[in-house]
């Protein structure tokens, strides 16, 4: 296993364009997590995942934001009319999670995103 | 309301020890983090807190006080590699809540 795979790295999009971006979670790992880091600052909670259900969303996370995990393995996370205010590193992390406890958790790389 | 506080920046000497402090108040507590995480990079693991005390890792050292809600990192035998940010985070038992980030720059 490699770790958390996000792709691409690197995106650049011109404003009110749609873009989608990928994370594959470590495979034994059930709870995947995205989070939003601008320049200077940590990162920012915006949605998790337990397998394919999806348990928390953050009032950061507007109606042109949309993450699926349809099989409870990789997930995708779209923006749709991306505004200049959305450009940041879009982090994916993973976790094992039993009886309330979770461990090992495991950020990938993380794709910047810019949105001209 | 989750809040978590660290200092913006910080700086120190090479081969010097500093110490970076992190307050907590969040809904839930399932154990207190710290990543290192280098510009353009993704976070990396450094230590986990879920008990009262001082765990040591190498040059490395985390402490917890849970009834204060204060955490630190101390690193010692600063190298020029540690300049980096050090992120401090609360499992609050559903995910991982994040401070602003602490900017260490090591100077020669």
């Known amino acids: 296993d490699t770790g958390v795979s996000q792709d691409p790295r690197h995106k650049i999009t011109k404003r009110g364009q749609n873009v989608t971006f990928r994370c594959d979670p470590i495979?034994?790992?059930?709870?995947l997590y995205w989070y939003r880091q601008t320049l200077g600052q940590g990162p920012e909670f915006l949605t998790y995942f337990q397998n394919e259900a999806q348990l928390e969303k953050s009032r950061l996370l507007s109606d042109r934001f949309s993450a699926e995990r349809p099989k409870g393995s990789f997930s995708t996370l779209e923006i749709q009319r991306t505004e200049q205010g959305d450009s940041a590193m879009y982090l994916c992390?993973?976790?094992?999670?039993?009886?309330?406890?979770?461990?090992?958790?495991?950020f990938g790389s993380g794709t910047r995103l810019t949105v001209v | 309301g989750q809040n978590i506080d660290q200092p913006t920046e910080m700086t120190a000497t090479e081969g010097a020890i500093v110490q970076i402090n992190c307050t907590y108040q969040t809904s839930g507590f399932n154990g207190l983090f710290w990543y290192q995480q280098h510009a353009g990079e993704a976070p990396t693991f450094l230590s986990y807190n879920v008990l009262d005390g001082l765990e040591e890792k190498g040059r490395f050292s985390s402490f917890l006080s849970r009834s204060k809600g204060y955490s630190y990192l101390l690193l010692k035998e600063l190298q020029m590699k540690d300049s980096a940010s050090y992120l401090c985070?609360?499992?609050?038992?559903?995910?991982?809540?994040f401070g602003t980030g602490t900017r260490l720059q090591v100077f020669p």
């Open positions: 992390a993973s976790s094992l999670t039993s009886q309330g406890a979770s461990y090992g958790y495991t």
């Open positions: 495979s034994e790992h059930n709870r």
């Open positions: 985070a609360v499992d609050d038992t559903d995910k991982l809540i």
